[in-house]
Structure formats: structure tokens, C-alpha cells
């Protein structure tokens, strides 16, 4: 469960506006099924509203939302221009901000400039935000492209209860020293009075940012104050539409796989990112292919990885090396009538995607490092409960900490990794059912609405600006 606690009574909640900030929002009339754009559009569908995100680049940015919906809740959009696009979003946004918090200092690319349009971005919003706030206005802001809004928010004197939530795992106190805005990242933190994360081992982390810091202190609550501020830094693990994508799942019709007759299937499904280990991944099945009993029957492994952010040098060398990785396995071991690693780098409807879940025997999520990983849970809702594949969990994914009933692995032990892959295409039916029914209890249980509604009550019940200073004297 969230560490927020439950929701409180109705009368007690504020009856003012949820006003939501997101990088992406959609543009058309239709919202997608499942996922936090569905939540987010059901939530702003039963408080009313305004939902803020990112228009199209333009050559010029001026300071007023342009609205591009409206009907139970406003959709509005910021301005920025192409070189805000560069620099705030590929720039200090995804080779800054992204990699630092994926626990992968190397790959940082810094320049101030790109801070600056981080800056000038963030404060524009902000200042959109506080022409159009009422009093008792809710502010959730999602993830890492807007940690300075709150701040911004408060130096403007707007006192609205503000939340963001942080979809992305957060680092460590010695990993985040590599970012040269690390003596502003506790004041960023602090100006929301709900700070979310995905799992406790998030929480930690924040934590221990937190203490490096003289003007933060941590109450006897568990809630923390700074310069009079008090705050709280809490887990709420995200969810999926789990009734939805599991009828999603029994519905579709698949494409044709070639399979050899009833041969075991494995899946993957990641954006092509080098956080979701796809290389280890792959090196570790080319392992259990080198060790298979010949007699057995013969797996394809089915990884679905478009490209995402391939302008990023990053991105463009972790493609390079799958193709080689895939090309390398597929030349050892296939044979006339069998490839046995299919690599496909391109998008997938999602109504496929969900039919492949449901025919999988294994399903492989290995990130090296994750906030969450809904592809796991995604598994979980689609499989027959009946006759259910194995879920292979990287002791890394944020879903780690509510699935301990998946076969863990070290992404980066590919001979432990191997192993792993073995046991779970022999794993027999009765086994399968136990693990299967406790990760579907979760499933069904945590659900994206369960998390919508967790974070919001929590952050209803955040005390008001005059109670913060009382409360911290």
C-alpha cells in the first residue's frame, strides 16, 4: 500500500480543482485506454478541472495557455520553442536529469544553457499555473521535467496545496553530487507539501538527500520541514486499468508467430532505453542457449523495443548494440526451421501487445534500473489464471518490491539469469498457479484508480501554509 495512508472523508477534502502538469497530454478527442492518461483524465472527469502539458515547438514561446479541449475539464498547453525542446527536454530533462536518476552518472551531458532553458521552461509554467489557481485548487504535477515548478510556485506566493509524483526511480545522495544543481535539489523537494515516489527504496533515497542538508530536518511524524515548510516524502506505487487490459488480453487476435508447433514463447516489451538491460538480456538468453538440452523443445524470444529519444547519442549506441547482440545470437544457434531471438524495433498496437502477453509462457522485465515497470503488471492482468506463464523480475524494477512472488534476477549475473530462464520454462503447473495468484491478487488490487485516489487524499489532507509555520514551531 502507499505509505499516504487512507482517504479521508469527503467533507474534510477541498472542494476546489484538480489542476494537473504533465509533459505530454493529449491532443485529440479521444483519450487513450489504461495507463496514467486514462487516470489522470478520469480524475479530472470527476473533480473538474485543467490539465496543463507541452504544445508543439514553435519559433517563438509567448507566457499564455492555449486551451485545446474542454467538456468535464479544460485541456491546456504551454508554449516552447524548438530550442527549449533541445535543451529543456532532450537537453537537461533526458541527458541530464534522466540518466543521473537511472543511476547512470556516465552518460551525463551538461551544459548550462540546457539548465537555463530548464529553468526558463519550469518558471513559465509556474507563472501560467498562478494567473489561473484558486485558492482551494489542487496542483499534481507529474515527474521529473517540472521538479522547479512548485518552487517557482512558491516564490510567486501561491500557498496551494502541490504535489508531484516522480515516475522514475530517484538517486542515491552520492550518484546525485554529479549534478551540478545538487545544492538546489532539497528546495525543489520541499516546496510541495506531498513528494511522491514509487517505492520505499525511493523514499530512502530522497531521504538521504534530505539529511545532507542543514535546513532540512525530519519530524517525529516522518514528515520533514525546511525554513518552515513541512512536507512529506512518501511511496504510492503505481497501478494499471487491471480489469480493462485483462479483457483487452482474452479479446485480441494475434499474428501469426511461426512458432514451432506448442515451442515455449518469451517476451519482452521496453522502450528501447538503456535502462531496461536489453543487451544483458539478450547476452543472458544466448547463455541459456548455449546450455539447453538439445531434446528440448525450442523457444523463441520475442523482444518489442521502438525507439525512443533516438536523436540521444545514448539511444543511438545501445541500438547498435542489440542489432550486433541479436545478430551474434541468431547466427550461433538458428537453424533452418528456428530463429530463436526476434528482435523487433518498432511499434506495436497496444492490442497486440496485450494479446502477446496473454499467449507468452515467460515474460522477461529485467531493467537495470526502473520507477516501476508496468510491463510486469501488464503480464500479470493478461495471463489465463488457469494455465499462467512466469514472470522473470529484475531485483531492480520498482515492481520488485510488491512482486516477490516472481522469479528475481540480477540483470547484470547472466549465468544466474540463464539458470532463471530454464527454471521458468520448466516450472510446473501447480507452481505457476501459486505465484501467478498472489501477483494477481496486487494487480487487481493496486490498481491505477487505487493510486490516483491514495495520492490525492493524501495530498487534500496536507496542511495549509499558516498550519505548516504552527506545526513547525
Not at 455 to 472: E, G, K, T, V, Y
Request: glycine fraction near 6%; aromatic fraction near 8%.
Amino acid at each position: 500500500m502507499a505509505d499516504g495512508g487512507s482517504s479521508e472523508r469527503e467533507e474534510d477534502s477541498p472542494r476546489g480543482r484538480l489542476i494537473v502538469v504533465s509533459n505530454r497530454i493529449p491532443k485529440g478527442n479521444d483519450v487513450p485506454a489504461g495507463g496514467l492518461v486514462h487516470a489522470i483524465d478520469d480524475a479530472l472527469r470527476r473533480t473538474g478541472g485543467l490539465w496543463i502539458g507541452a504544445g508543439e515547438p514553435t519559433d517563438e514561446a509567448g507566457s499564455e495557455l492555449t486551451k485545446i479541449g474542454d467538456g468535464a475539464y479544460e485541456r491546456h498547453t504551454f508554449a516552447i520553442t524548438h530550442e527549449e525542446h533541445d535543451r529543456y527536454y532532450l537537453g537537461y530533462s533526458n541527458a541530464v536529469l534522466w540518466p543521473l536518476f537511472h543511476h547512470r552518472s556516465d552518460l551525463l551531458r551538461i551544459y548550462e544553457r540546457d539548465f537555463e532553458a530548464y529553468v526558463q521552461v519550469n518558471r513559465r509554467v509556474a507563472r501560467a499555473i498562478a494567473r489561473i489557481a484558486e485558492p482551494d485548487d489542487l496542483i499534481w504535477i507529474q515527474d521529473y521535467h517540472f521538479l522547479m515548478v512548485a518552487h517557482e510556485l512558491r516564490a510567486l506566493g501561491v500557498a496551494n496545496r502541490v504535489g508531484l509524483f516522480l515516475h522514475i526511480p530517484f538517486p542515491t545522495a552520492s550518484e546525485v553530487m554529479a549534478l551540478p544543481q545538487v545544492a538546489m535539489l532539497p528546495a525543489w523537494v520541499a516546496a510541495h507539501d506531498v513528494f511522491g515516489v514509487q517505492t520505499r527504496r525511493d523514499v530512502g533515497s530522497v531521504r538521504e538527500v534530505l539529511r545532507e542538508d542543514p535546513k532540512c530536518q525530519i519530524l517525529n511524524d516522518g514528515t520533514w520541514v525546511r525554513e518552515g515548510r513541512v512536507f512529506s516524502v512518501l511511496a504510492f506505487p503505481i497501478g494499471i486499468d487491471a480489469e480493462s487490459f485483462a479483457r483487452d488480453a482474452q479479446n485480441a487476435s494475434l499474428p501469426r508467430l511461426t512458432l514451432q508447433g506448442n515451442a515455449p514463447l518469451l517476451l519482452g516489451v521496453d522502450r528501447l532505453d538503456y535502462s531496461k538491460g536489453l543487451v544483458d538480456r539478450f547476452e543472458a538468453f544466448g547463455q541459456y542457449l548455449e546450455h539447453r538440452d538439445p531434446d528440448s523443445p525450442k523457444p523463441t524470444f520475442l523482444q518489442i523495443a521502438p525507439t525512443s529519444r533516438g536523436d540521444v547519442d545514448a539511444y543511438r549506441d545501445i541500438r547498435e548494440k542489440l542489432d550486433q547482440t541479436a545478430g551474434a545470437i541468431n547466427g550461433r544457434h538458428s537453424e533452418l526451421d528456428w530463429t530463436p531471438l526476434r528482435y523487433v524495433n518498432r511499434h506495436v498496437d497496444r492490442t497486440v501487445i496485450a494479446g502477446l502477453y496473454r499467449r507468452a509462457d515467460v515474460c522477461l522485465v529485467t531493467p537495470l534500473a526502473d520507477g516501476m515497470n508496468l510491463v510486469a503488471k501488464e503480464f500479470v492482468a493478461a495471463q489465463d489464471h488457469e494455465d499462467p506463464g512466469v514472470l522473470v523480475l529484475s531485483h531492480f524494477a520498482g515492481a520488485a518490491e510488491q512482486f516477490q512472488q516472481a522469479l528475481m534476477v540480477n540483470p547484470f549475473d547472466h549465468h544466474a539469469f540463464a539458470l532463471a530462464i530454464d527454471r521458468a520454462l520448466r516450472m510446473p503447473l501447480e507452481e505457476r498457479r501459486e505465484r501467478h495468484a498472489a501477483l494477481r491478487e496486487n494487480v487487481f488490487t493496486e490498481t491505477i484508480g487505487w493510486w490516483t485516489d491514495a495520492f490525492l487524499a493524501r495530498l487534500a489532507r496536507a496542511p495549509r501554509a499558516l498550519d505548516q509555520i504552527m506545526r513547525s514551531i
